[in-house]
C-alpha cells in the first residue's frame, strides 16, 4: 500500500526478519509522478536468534551433562569390573584356603589315634565347623559383590539355596511367586544385601521356632514401592509378648537403612507374617 506523504525521510521500526523492498515515488505540485524507485534491503535476525547460534549454546549448555553421565558410566562399568574381580579373588583364594582348612580338620580327626582322640577331637570339629561357617559366609559376600546377580529372582534363588538341606530336614515346603515378572527387577548392592539378611534371619527363626511345614515368600512390586511378605503355618505366637532381641532388631535396622519398615503379625496356633513394605 501506498503512503503519501510530505516528509522527505520515512521511519519503520520493529520490522520482522526478512527481505524486504522499499518503492518510492515523487509527485510536484501539477500531479505528475515519477516511476517507481526500488532498493530492496533485509533484515537479519540478531546473533542469539541464528540457528547456529541457538546450536552452539545448547552444546556448551549440554556438553557438561554429557562428560558427568560419560564419567558416571565410566566410574559405574569399573566397579562392576572391580567386583566381579573381588568375587572371583574371594572364591579362588579364600574360598579355596577355608576348604583345605575344613578339609585338613576332618582328616586330623579321622588319623587321631583312639588313645589320644578324646583330647583333640573336639577342638579339630571346632575348627572344621567354623572353617564351613566361615565358607557359608564368604559364599554369601562373593553372591552379593557380584554384578551379574543383581535381580530378585537371584535373591531368592540365593535363599533357597542357603536353606534346602535345612527345608528338606524338617519337612518344610518352601514356595514363591511372580518370579517370572520379578526377572528384570534389579537391586542395587547394599539394598540387596540388607534385604538378603532380613529375609535370611526371618526364615531361619521360622524354620528353628515355628514348627510349621511351609513357608510362602511374596513379593510384589507397585511403581517404586517393595512388598515382601513371608508367611509360614507354624504354630505362632503372642506379639504382645515379643522381645526386640538381636535378630528382631537387626531386621529393623536394616530395613531403616534402605528406605522400609519390618510389620510382624502372629498369633498362637495361626502362624507367622513378616512383611517389609519400602521403596526401591
Same mark, same amino acid.
Given at each position: 500500500?501506498?503512503?503519501?506523504?510530505?516528509?522527505?525521510?520515512?521511519?519503520?521500526?520493529?520490522?520482522?526478519?526478512?527481505?524486504?523492498?522499499?518503492?518510492?515515488?515523487?509527485?510536484? %505540485?501539477?500531479?505528475?509522478?515519477?516511476?517507481?524507485?526500488?532498493?530492496?534491503?533485509?533484515?537479519?535476525?540478531? +546473533?542469539?536468534?541464528?540457528?547456529?547460534?541457538?546450536?552452539?549454546?545448547?552444546?556448551? +549448555?549440554?556438553?557438561?551433562?554429557?562428560?558427568?553421565?560419560?564419567? /558416571?558410566?565410566?566410574?559405574?562399568?569399573?566397579?562392576?569390573?572391580?567386583?566381579?574381580?573381588?568375587?572371583?579373588?574371594? #572364591?579362588?583364594?579364600?574360598?579355596?584356603?577355608?576348604? %583345605?582348612?575344613?578339609?585338613?580338620?576332618? +582328616?586330623?580327626?579321622?588319623?587321631?589315634?583312639?588313645?589320644?582322640?578324646?583330647?583333640? %577331637?573336639?577342638?579339630?570339629?571346632?575348627?572344621?565347623?567354623?572353617?564351613?561357617?566361615?565358607?557359608?559366609?564368604?559364599?554369601?559376600?562373593?553372591?552379593?559383590?557380584?554384578?551379574?546377580?543383581?535381580?530378585?529372582?537371584?535373591?531368592?534363588?540365593?535363599?533357597?539355596?542357603?536353606?534346602?538341606?535345612?527345608? %528338606?530336614?524338617?519337612?518344610? =515346603?518352601?514356595?514363591?511367586?511372580?518370579?517370572?515378572?520379578? =526377572?528384570?527387577?534389579?537391586?542395587?548392592?547394599?539394598?540387596?544385601?540388607?534385604?538378603?539378611?532380613?529375609?535370611?534371619?526371618?526364615? #531361619?527363626?521360622?524354620?528353628?521356632?515355628?514348627?510349621?511345614?511351609?513357608?510362602?515368600?511374596?513379593?510384589?512390586?507397585n511403581g517404586k514401592i517393595l512388598s515382601i511378605k513371608l508367611k509360614d503355618n507354624?504354630? *505362632?505366637?503372642?506379639?504382645?509378648?515379643? #522381645?526386640?532381641?538381636?535378630?528382631? #532388631?537387626?531386621?529393623?535396622? /536394616?530395613?531403616?537403612?534402605?528406605?522400609?519398615?519390618?510389620?510382624?503379625?502372629?498369633?498362637?496356633?495361626? *502362624?507367622?507374617?513378616?512383611?517389609?513394605?519400602?521403596?526401591?
Amino acid at each position: 500500500d501506498w503512503i503519501q506523504t510530505n516528509n522527505p525521510t520515512v521511519q519503520y521500526t520493529s520490522l520482522n526478519d526478512k527481505d524486504y523492498i522499499f518503492e518510492v515515488m515523487a509527485g510536484n %505540485e501539477w500531479g505528475y509522478w515519477s516511476k517507481p524507485a526500488q532498493l530492496s534491503f533485509a533484515i537479519t535476525p540478531p +546473533v542469539w536468534e541464528r540457528w547456529w547460534f541457538i546450536l552452539i549454546s545448547f552444546l556448551i +549448555v549440554i556438553s557438561p551433562v554429557i562428560v558427568v553421565i560419560r564419567l /558416571r558410566m565410566h566410574k559405574m562399568l569399573a566397579l562392576e569390573r572391580l567386583r566381579a574381580k573381588i568375587a572371583a579373588d574371594l #572364591h579362588d583364594d579364600i574360598g579355596a584356603g577355608l576348604s %583345605e582348612i575344613n578339609i585338613l580338620s576332618a +582328616v586330623a580327626v579321622a588319623k587321631t589315634p583312639p588313645e589320644t582322640k578324646p583330647n583333640f %577331637e573336639t577342638e579339630l570339629n571346632k575348627i572344621g565347623s567354623t572353617a564351613r561357617l566361615l565358607i557359608e559366609s564368604m559364599s554369601d559376600i562373593v553372591w552379593l559383590v557380584n554384578p551379574k546377580k543383581d535381580a530378585i529372582t537371584d535373591l531368592i534363588s540365593r535363599l533357597k539355596d542357603s536353606f534346602n538341606d535345612l527345608f %528338606e530336614a524338617k519337612g518344610i =515346603q518352601f514356595s514363591t511367586d511372580n518370579e517370572d515378572v520379578l =526377572q528384570k527387577v534389579h537391586l542395587e548392592m547394599e539394598y540387596r544385601q540388607h534385604l538378603f539378611m532380613i529375609l535370611k534371619e526371618a526364615i #531361619h527363626n521360622a524354620i528353628k521356632y515355628s514348627d510349621a511345614g511351609e513357608i510362602q515368600l511374596s513379593i510384589q512390586l507397585n511403581g517404586k514401592i517393595l512388598s515382601i511378605k513371608l508367611k509360614d503355618n507354624g504354630r *505362632g505366637f503372642d506379639t504382645r509378648l515379643l #522381645h526386640n532381641g538381636n535378630g528382631l #532388631h537387626n531386621m529393623k535396622e /536394616r530395613a531403616k537403612k534402605i528406605g522400609g519398615r519390618i510389620n510382624i503379625a502372629s498369633g498362637n496356633g495361626s *502362624g507367622t507374617v513378616i512383611e517389609f513394605p519400602g521403596k526401591m
